[in-house]
């Protein structure tokens, strides 16, 4: 059996679902660059659960002009969380556990998912950084990125920008979180810490 990322059941849950037939759904949200592949690649790793990053509609809409990657998470989620939802509420309940992440979809957009479930569990947790010194987020982007990382072909003012932005968006995704009963990791200090932190969030029964 293969798990997912996003609070509900796994560990000795994840038996019960195996023998009961129940589907877990996983979505790890937040803000850009807080640790979400991070937290899904681990899943994979060591329970392989399968896992769809949501950037690759926001890429395919992008290259069709329909959405700018570079708009704010709200903008984006205007128009991609529609087909999003039709994405993960389409996928095949008779394959195993599934993860999603992404960064533009919200706690308010998956109060409606979770009512279209249809027998399926459904767990979910956001990352953000809504109290960090933007220019140490610059300086940890810079240190970890990889040399194929997209950040490489930004400046270092254009990063700035990008991480106020998604500084304000966790405010947001925090506010809704506590509103909505989601749970959230502020990841601003302790980055790995926050990101192992979450993945035993998802492991962990409810």
């Known amino acids: 059996m293969r798990q997912c990322p996003v609070i509900?059941?796994?560990a000795a849950k994840s038996l019960h679902n195996k023998l009961s037939g129940v589907q877990v759904l996983y979505l790890v949200g937040g803000a850009s660059?807080?640790?979400k592949s991070q937290v899904v690649k681990r899943l994979l790793s060591e329970k392989q659960v399968p896992y769809f990053p949501l950037d690759v509609i926001m890429m395919a809409f992008a290259n069709g002009a329909l959405v700018n990657h570079r708009d704010t998470p709200?903008?984006?989620?205007?128009v991609l969380w529609p087909f999003t939802e039709t994405?993960?509420?389409?996928?095949?309940?008779?394959i195993e556990d599934y993860a999603f992440e992404g960064d533009y979809f919200f706690?308010?957009?998956?109060?409606?998912?979770?009512?279209?479930?249809?027998?399926?569990?459904?767990?979910?947790?956001?990352?953000?950084?809504?109290?960090?010194?933007?220019?140490?987020k610059l300086k940890n982007i810079r240190r970890y990125a990889s040399q194929t990382d997209w950040t490489k072909k930004r400046t270092d003012d254009e990063l700035l920008e990008h991480i106020r932005v998604h500084s304000l968006f966790s405010r947001t995704l925090k506010e809704q979180c506590v509103t909505l009963g989601f749970n959230y990791?502020?990841?601003?200090?302790?980055?790995?810490?926050?990101?192992?932190e979450a993945y035993?969030?998802?492991i962990a029964d409810p």
């Open 74 to 78: 709200g903008n984006r989620s205007k």
């Open 185 to 196: 990791l502020e990841a601003s200090d302790d980055f790995l810490k926050y990101v192992d």
């Open 33 to 35: 660059r807080s640790g």
């Open 200 to 202: 035993r969030l998802l």
């Open 107 to 136: 706690p308010e957009n998956l109060k409606s998912l979770e009512k279209r479930m249809h027998g399926r569990a459904f767990k979910a947790i956001f990352l953000g950084y809504s109290n960090i010194d933007h220019r140490e």
């Open 87 to 94: 994405v993960i509420n389409v996928t095949p309940n008779n």
């Open 8 to 10: 509900l059941d796994i």
